[in-house]
């Protein structure tokens, strides 16, 4: 059982690049999250899933695209990187209750 | 909007002592009340759940309270160790929604 597991754990970009990020679960949660964590700002939510198929937006979703399309899944897109996306992405599931989270990935955007 | 506020920022403690972190939130219809710990570049771990419906939780040398109608939770570590050093975030879910809304955090250091 290994949880919540987040690929890759860290990544380089160049401003404009595209990049997908991976988030598996595999506790058979319905609800999967994406936050992005920067200092001084606590946890900011990106995007969530309350099931396959269905996505919605947090607090900042502005740049990102998401995709649940199985279960266990929820993949965070960057079509067009820049500089202030340069952060960690910590996923996270539930099932309604307590949240369980990824190790995260550190994305640097220069 | 839900907003959670932890002070202090930043605690510094002898090995030994009790200490109590604090969490508050301006929306009082929540769903749950999580508290987590993070240790420098790594992920969130959960240590303790509180439902609504509850006023405290205990694990081990934690205790978690919940006060709704004033918007506080408060999380009391015993007898403090050096490994407790982390930082400490509470995390509030509403009861409409599936969000949860985050604290900045309190980095807790203990001095042995």
């Known amino acids: 059982n290994a949880g919540v597991t987040q690929t890759p754990k860290f990544r380089v970009l160049k401003t404009g690049q595209s990049m997908t990020l991976l988030c598996a679960q595999d506790?058979?949660?319905?609800?999967m999250y994406w936050y992005r964590q920067d200092p001084g700002m606590g946890l900011r939510l990106i995007h969530y899933?309350?099931?396959?198929?269905?996505?919605a937006k947090g607090e900042v979703p502005d740049g990102y695209n998401v995709s649940r399309l199985k279960k266990q899944n929820f993949l965070l897109g960057l079509e067009s990187a820049a500089p202030s996306q340069t952060s960690v992405y910590f996923c996270?599931?539930?099932?309604?209750?307590?949240?369980?989270f990824g190790p995260g990935t550190r994305l640097t955007v220069t | 909007k839900q907003e959670v506020t932890q002070i202090p920022a930043a605690l510094s403690v002898p090995e030994g002592e009790n200490l109590v972190l604090n969490c508050s939130f301006t929306?009082?219809?929540?769903?749950?009340l999580q508290w987590f710990r993070q240790d420098p570049g790594k992920g969130l771990t959960s240590l303790l759940l509180?439902?609504?419906?509850?006023r405290e939780q205990t694990s081990g040398r934690l205790n978690a309270s919940l006060d709704k109608s004033s918007g506080r939770s408060t999380l009391y570590i015993a007898a403090s160790q050096p490994g407790d050093s982390a930082t400490y975030l509470c995390?509030?879910?509403?009861?409409?929604?599936?969000?949860?809304?985050f604290g900045t955090g309190t980095s807790l250091t203990v001095i042995p």
């Open positions: 506790m058979n949660h319905e609800y």
């Open positions: 995390a509030v879910r509403h009861n409409s929604g599936n969000q949860f809304y």
């Open positions: 929306d009082s219809a929540i769903y749950n």
């Open positions: 509180i439902q609504s419906s509850q």
């Open positions: 899933s309350v099931g396959e198929g269905t996505t």
């Open positions: 996270a599931s539930s099932q309604g209750h307590e949240q369980y």
